[in-house]
């Protein structure tokens, strides 16, 4: 049984960093492709980078490109997501994702391509 265990969320100041993780249990340790998203009350869910689990390929979104930095421990089967100069726009609840894939996925913003998904985890930014 897959399970996504995100931590790292709270509370941080407009300009600040926040380090999430999301730890993964019961997926193969190749062949995935993983993602964090977020959502903001009254906003739909929305991507904000993924990582390919065997290659180097990573995505982000336009808003947090330059700023966000996402990594992995392939052999601890963790993900980390290193947000640096944080927006109040940022606040939202953070997810991190999984679906099978071998390199990047067709569509990897888009929800409908991740099965796997953790519970999420607040992120507060105070401006």
């Known amino acids: 049984q897959v399970h996504l265990g995100e931590s790292g969320g709270g509370l941080a100041q407009a300009g600040g960093s926040l380090r999430l993780s999301c730890a993964a249990s019961?997926?193969?340790?190749?062949?995935?492709?993983m993602g964090w998203f977020r959502q903001a009350p009254g906003k739909e869910r929305e991507f904000v980078a993924g990582?390919?689990?065997?290659?180097?390929?990573?995505d982000y979104a336009d808003s947090v490109r330059d700023r966000f930095i996402i990594s992995k421990d392939a052999h601890k089967n963790v993900m980390f997501l290193q947000m640096d100069n944080l927006k109040p726009e940022d606040a939202a609840v953070y997810y991190c994702?999984?679906?099978?894939?071998?390199?990047?996925?067709?569509?990897?913003?888009?929800?409908?391509?991740?099965?796997?998904w953790g519970q999420g985890i607040q992120v507060t930014v105070s401006s």
């Open positions: 994702a999984a679906a099978t894939a071998w390199g990047r996925l067709a569509a990897p913003s888009d929800v409908k391509s991740y099965p796997y």
């Open positions: 019961g997926l193969a340790f190749s062949g995935y492709y």
């Open positions: 990582i390919s689990w065997v290659s180097t390929v990573k």
